[in-house]
């Protein structure tokens, strides 16, 4: 999936299992580029791999990814700036 949505989040996922909610996601192999805030939005109990995400919330400084867990093999940024390679 590719992303570019000006003033969103990026993609943005949360799964609710039963009333009181949680449950989670994982989103792999996702490129996002240029959103006004973070690439890529998830619930606490989601994950996410092999994604490409840049120059969001305002830079490749400033972070990609709001909540979840990294899984790895993921390219935030570019290299040299900011945060770089890894994702927060």
Not at 19 to 48: E, F, M, R, W
Not at 58 to 85: F, H, M, P, R, T
């Amino acid at each position: 999936m590719r992303s570019s949505h000006r003033g969103l989040i990026g993609l943005a996922f949360a799964l609710l299992a039963g009333p009181a909610g949680g449950g989670g996601c994982t989103v792999i192999g996702n490129t996002a580029h240029g959103n006004d805030k973070q690439g890529l939005g998830l619930d606490a109990d989601s994950g996410y791999a092999q994604n490409a995400l840049r120059q969001h919330n305002g830079g490749n400084d400033q972070a990609q990814v709001l909540s979840g867990v990294d899984c790895g093999q993921n390219i935030c940024g570019a290299a040299g700036q900011g945060n770089g390679i890894a994702c927060p």
